[in-house]
């Protein structure tokens, strides 16, 4: 267990109170209430937390109570490490199969759900400020080819060898059907 005074403690709920108060949109319409959020926040305020796993559990119980849905979710700093230390490709892009998506974040959104197979390349984790967030890249995307070749049912080190090693194009499909081609070497769509 790794210990945590109270200023630290109410820090972390205070970022992750404002991300999710700036950001989160219920979309799916899942019950989500800002007044909830807040009162929720509020709550876990008053408490003392003498470890960090503490705070996290109350964070992740803050998260389940506030009906958010399950593409949202909090993870600890350990979590965030093991995801962006294999950023081998120096674009900012983590890639896994779908298989491994799922068992790391979720179900994918249902359009997918039906065209993919656990073999397929998705996006996990997009750094901030990285190349591939400057092209557009979002968690959940299905990387279709690089380069003009198909890279579907490829292993994710060979997608990102192909990325890394390239100056092409890469396609990929969003959740609602759309082709995206991004320049490898400029940072807008086509």
Do not use: C, H
Not at 58 to 83: C, G, H, M, Q, W
């Amino acid at each position: 267990m790794n210990p945590v005074s109270n200023e630290e403690a109410q820090s972390l709920i205070r970022d992750v109170a404002d991300t999710v108060t700036r950001g989160y949109v219920d979309a799916n319409n899942g019950g989500f209430s800002q007044d909830k959020w807040r009162s929720l926040i509020n709550e876990a305020q008053t408490k003392q937390y003498t470890y960090k796993e503490q705070v996290y559990e109350e964070i992740r119980k803050i998260l389940s109570k506030a009906n958010v849905d399950e593409y949202t979710s909090f993870l600890e700093p350990a979590e965030i490490d093991a995801l962006t230390k294999y950023d081998i490709s120096g674009v900012g892009v983590n890639l896994v199969t779908k298989e491994q998506f799922v068992r790391k974040v979720g179900p994918v959104p249902p359009a997918l759900e039906e065209r993919t197979t656990d073999d397929d390349i998705l996006v996990l984790a997009v750094l901030k400020n990285s190349p591939a967030s400057e092209r557009g890249l979002e968690l959940g995307d299905l990387v279709v080819s690089v380069d003009g070749a198909n890279v579907r049912g490829m292993p994710p080190f060979d997608v990102l060898s192909r990325i890394q090693g390239g100056g092409g194009e890469e396609k990929r499909k969003k959740d609602n059907d759309d082709v995206v081609e991004s320049s490898s070497s400029s940072s807008s769509s086509s």
